[in-house]
């Protein structure tokens, strides 16, 4: 029980802890396949809607709709390696000591608020998913409806909110599993995901102007 507080009140003496024990991946992976599933549902409503739009017969729609939901939950599960190398590899610059699998099980933690958003988003997507269906535009204008949509815009600026946790977990586990200063880890982690948020910030600048 004093693990469950500690995430999310004493991030440093969580991993600080986990650190004494041997790696296990069951709870992080769990997180992250949950995380997947949410990304699996999101993928295939938006494409059938999507499909659906643009006149695709249901048959075909459905079809798309499935290869939608694999790519939207495999492309959860890559970007957590992807995450860890690019954490991984910046804190080297900054002597980073560890090895990459205690990086990758302490970043699967981090996907805990991801996990939250991904509720908040698919509400989101349900709610503008209607409406895409019963237009008539292409993919093009389509994408432009998306990010013109109030309720999407609003769920571009919660989902930086719940980055900003994301990364909040990655520098303490970083530092944790990587021998680091707060300083190293703050930026091999503040850099990329940095990055990310300017880039989510710019689309939905673009998306309001």
Do not use: C, H
Not at 8 to 32: C, G, H, Y
Not at 65 to 77: D, E, H, K, Q, T
Not at 117 to 132: E, P, R, T, W
């Amino acid at each position: 029980m004093s693990e469950v507080i500690n995430i999310f009140t004493n991030l440093d003496s969580f991993f600080k802890e986990k650190m004494t024990e041997r790696i296990q991946f069951k709870i992080p992976a769990l997180i992250v396949v949950l995380n997947a599933l949410m990304g699996a549902i999101s993928g295939y409503v938006v494409t059938k809607a999507i499909l659906l739009s643009a006149a695709v017969g249901g048959g075909f729609a459905g079809v798309g709709a499935i290869f939608g939901a694999v790519g939207g939950f495999l492309g959860v599960l890559v970007l957590w390696p992807i995450y860890t190398a690019v954490f991984y590899g910046l804190s080297a610059l900054f002597g980073g000591e560890g090895s990459f699998k205690r990086s990758l099980e302490f970043v699967g933690y981090g996907y805990i608020p991801m996990l939250v958003n991904s509720i908040f988003s698919l509400y989101a997507i349900n709610q503008v998913s209607a409406s895409l269906q019963a237009s008539s535009a292409n993919p093009a204008q389509m994408a432009q409806m998306l990010s013109n949509d109030p309720i999407m815009q609003v769920a571009t600026l919660v989902g930086i909110i719940f980055q900003l946790w994301s990364a909040n977990i990655w520098i303490f586990g970083l530092k944790n599993a990587r021998n680091l200063n707060l300083r190293g880890a703050l930026i091999s982690v503040g850099l990329p995901v940095g990055l990310l948020i300017l880039y989510s910030l710019i689309s939905y600048i673009g998306g309001i102007a």
